[in-house]
């Protein structure tokens, strides 16, 4: 089975904490991407990368920073987090070939105070 | 960001009843996902399709990939209360890794 690991399913933080999120797949898939879900605007994507050190902005960048290391592993920084940015947090990994499944993660629910 | 027209917004059944769904484009797309979410948690995908006329089965659930390339449907049959969920689509242009997701259906099944 296929796999999209997120490190925590809940959070809460204060105001001006730095927040990482972290997101492990276990598909050997090239491409992952970050996406947060908020009720009435759907998933919107924040960060993309299609390869390790690669990232690329997706729609909604500020206030995100994003780290790839690793093949398996796609980080998300909130380096001061605000309470605009309580929301799901969806981690998905595909492949690089294309047409490609998007396989997600169980979420990662952030609430800041 | 862009999203797509889904519909509808949200559907009240009565077990054992099918349910139809749609997604629609003003953009052609080269692939259609569909995926189920249950409150609290990531989205499943349920079924992928490739090409334009693609028809394609999961257990009760049948999925098309329209003509125009700019437009898919979700069927569901037999409705049972476990099928209570959102449903939404998500499509991937010609020549991008990006996808763009439906506005979601939500399924309620009366018992």
């Known amino acids: 089975d296929v796999k999209v690991t997120q490190s925590s399913r809940y959070l809460v933080k204060r105001t001006g904490e730095k927040v990482f999120l972290e997101c492990v797949q276990d598909?050997?898939?090239?491409?992952m991407f970050w996406y947060r879900q908020d009720p009435g605007l759907g998933l919107r994507l924040i960060y993309f990368s299609y390869d390790v050190k690669m990232k690329e902005k997706g729609d909604i960048p500020e206030g995100y920073s994003v780290s790839r290391e690793k093949k398996e592993r796609f980080s998300l920084i909130l380096e001061s987090a605000s309470t605009n940015q309580t929301s799901m947090y969806l981690c998905?990994?595909?492949?690089?070939?294309?047409?490609?499944?998007?396989?997600f993660g169980e979420g990662s629910r952030l609430t800041v105070l | 960001g862009q999203q797509l027209n889904q519909s509808p917004q949200s559907m009240f059944i009565q077990e054992g009843e099918d349910v139809s769904m749609n997604c629609t484009s003003s953009?052609?797309?080269?692939?259609w996902l569909w995926y189920k979410q249950d409150p609290g948690e990531g989205p499943v995908l349920l079924i992928a399709?490739?090409?334009?006329?693609e028809l394609t089965s999961n257990g009760r659930l049948t999925a098309q990939f329209g003509i125009t390339r700019k437009d898919s449907f979700l069927n569901i049959s037999a409705s049972i209360p476990s099928d209570v969920g959102i449903y939404f689509c998500a499509g991937q242009r010609p020549g991008t890794y990006k996808y763009i997701f439906g506005t979601g259906t939500r399924l309620k099944v009366l018992a």
């Open positions: 998905a990994s595909s492949t690089r070939g294309l047409p490609g499944e998007l396989f």
């Open positions: 399709l490739y090409k334009a006329g």
């Open positions: 598909m050997d898939h090239e491409n």
């Open positions: 953009s052609i797309f080269n692939t």
